[in-house]
């Protein structure tokens, strides 16, 4: 005979939460915005190669947290939020060449690159609340013990990595 125990909060109960109400959704939402408004003041020439990719990555950073909240498994999860991450620092460097080829003022460019490393923080705060989301369901009195799958396991190395990575400004 097979039996789960699992314990029983009697805090607030569980809400299905949509990836909108996000704190890490809102913010990289307005820097999403805010990368856009700098795309369109690149001169003509550079709208199609760097303003096309600074757009691109901008959308991937908040559609990789949506994607990612939408999945239910938790390698899948791992898997766009540090898409995100790559994408967020993917504009941070962006940022570097609007500043090196002084396409947008040095002070507008630090206050978006600041922003930026906030909403990374924000990112790994997440990464964290998954991870030990993950790691407290294991903690569960099970008869039958059920282990990680090696992609779960995967997924964990790939996030302990990046949060120990990640040094702000």
């Not at 939460?17 to 690149?42: N, S």
């Not at 239910?72 to 898409?83: P, T």
């Not at 994408?87 to 002070?107: F, H, K, M, R």
């Not at 903690?139 to 995967?154: H, L, Q, W």
């Amino acid at each position: 005979m097979s039996y789960k125990v699992k314990s029983v909060s009697t805090a607030a109960p569980n809400r299905f939460r949509t990836f909108e109400g996000l704190e890490v959704y809102k913010a990289a939402r307005e820097f999403r915005k805010k990368m856009y408004e700098v795309a369109r003041q690149l001169p003509d020439f550079e709208k199609y190669a760097l303003g096309d990719q600074v757009r691109r990555a901008a959308v991937s950073s908040t559609n990789n947290i949506a994607e990612g909240h939408g999945r239910y498994h938790f390698a899948d999860q791992v898997k766009f939020f540090l898409a995100s991450r790559g994408s967020l620092q993917e504009l941070i460097d962006d940022l570097n060449t609007c500043e090196d080829e002084p396409y947008v003022e040095a002070v507008k460019i630090g206050n978006l690159k600041g922003e930026g490393w906030h909403v990374l923080s924000l990112l790994n705060g997440y990464l964290r609340y998954v991870r030990n989301r993950k790691l407290d369901s294991t903690a569960k009195v099970r008869e039958i013990p059920e282990t990680f799958s090696s992609e779960d396991e995967a997924a964990l190395l790939l996030v302990n990595e990046a949060l120990s990575s990640f040094e702000p400004i």
